[in-house]
């Protein structure tokens, strides 16, 4: 997905587990605009209170795929 390649992620090997925070080094900023332009591409919405426990992109995908509108 494109959204992720804007922001240097590789969705292959580990870096679709790495942890935004300790591995990719990402400020909590940069993962909530990574959020935040991901829920506009695919029109879904994740609830805030769900998105602190968001911590690798493969857990926010899954989420978004997941979220009923």
Known sequence: MEVFQTYGIALTGK???????QELN?????VDGLIYELELKLQ???ES???TALRNP???LEE???TID
């Not at 870096?15 to 925070?21: I, S």
């Open 15 to 21: 870096k679709k587990t790495a942890d935004f925070f």
């Open 26 to 30: 990402m400020d909590k900023v940069f």
């Open 44 to 46: 879904r919405e994740i």
């Open 49 to 51: 209170e769900k998105i």
């Open 58 to 60: 493969s857990m926010v």
């Open 64 to 66: 978004l795929l997941t």
